[in-house]
């Protein structure tokens, strides 16, 4: 499992989608690939092998087809850099006898109760003024904080095991006790992690996440257990597959969206232009040119899908649901939460199968709640077909989840075929 130990490492060196994103470049570079920013003029060349960055979250990396794209099309993987978090207020401070507070809000829809009770740290962007305005990226490491739940024994309800909460009053986040304010700790701490005074905060984007490193799980260490699987497995494997593969006819690609679990309207998201913009770039040709490459395209969109809980099988669905560590799983559905093609889907079924890369397939329950993906919205707005695709995981949404070891290979051996496939794509 060559890729385990490069993978665990990316977990822990990405506390946040800025430095998932930051770190996604390192690898790239250190492979070979061009940075690029937007505000350049490009200079493209058949066989190279580049990437650009939006907002510090979101990541667009490709290999130059040797053919024109309007001939040869293009191949992407798609995948999201954020993950269900809690959130830092923008004027945090909060104080009771004493304690010092900070408070913070829902991002997305994580499972509440996980966060409670654990280590935790701050980690993303703070933008600090000067003579210019600068961005820093920060993990907080060295200052652990926590959220704490009320002693049972205080409950209006001894016997219940239920779990709610107040998000406006519950999430406050216990930093330290003393005269000190909270946020003064976090400037404190924010001046000790970057080794200089960086000068006034005059804007964060800060998340909280589990302090505890990303670990191996289980016999041979089968299973992973990590904070963030929901998206950044996908996004490393997307990325591990376009590092290693070959120069192809068509271009091929990663994609690493910013904002997909709050609804991907940014404009570093999956409904912004960047990979339209991208599109319109590696073209560079008349419209007619940018459809024909269109018309010739894939774009496969990866996102975690749901294993079979033990505890409640009934959950999920008793024909097709994945098992951990038994490969990519293909997902399913007729409400339009995913990118359904089937065409597209024959097509990668058969190029899977000709690589002798074993596939699994997801579906919901037809009368439970559904997730959703990037595909959906991808794929209609840039007019490019497409599938869902993802590695089966439990506790989805947690504080730290669990997947199987062994699929991180099977996820990149499928990207591997879906690019270096040569069957002509259906019509």
Sequence with gaps: ??????????????????????????????????????????????????????????LIAWRQGSAPASEAGFRFVAAHSDSPVLKLRPRPDLEAKGLRLLTAEVYGGPLLNTWFDR???????????GEVVKRHLVNLSKLPVRLVSLAIHLKADKGSDSFTLDREKDLAVFVGQGATPGFDLVRAAISEVLGFEPGPILSTDLSLGDAAPAVRLGEGGALISAPRLDNLFSAYTALAALIEAAPAESTIGAIVYDAEEIGSQTYAGARSNFVESVIDRIVSGAAEDVWRAKARSVLISADMAHGEHPSFTSATDPVTVPALNGGLAVKTGVQGNYAIGPAVEAWFLKVCEDAKVPLQRFRYRCDHGRGSSIGPMATSGLG????????????????????????????????????????PLPV
């Design 384 to 423: 490019i077909a497409g599938i869902d695709v993802g590695a089966p995981m439990l506790a989805m949404h947690s504080v730290r989840e669990l997947a199987g070891t062994s699929d991180l290979d099977a996820s990149i051996n499928a990207f591997a075929a879906f690019f270096a496939a040569r069957d």
């Design 119 to 129: 280590e935790l740290k701050l980690a993303g962007a703070v933008w600090c003024g």
């Design 1 to 58: 499992m060559p890729h385990t130990e490069s993978f665990l490492a990316y977990i822990d060196h990405s506390p946040s989608p800025y430095h998932a994103i930051a770190e996604a470049g390192a690898l790239l570079t250190s492979a070979g690939f061009v940075p690029l920013g937007e505000a350049e003029r490009w200079q493209l060349a058949p066989g190279g092998a580049y990437f650009v960055v939006r907002g510090g979250k979101s």
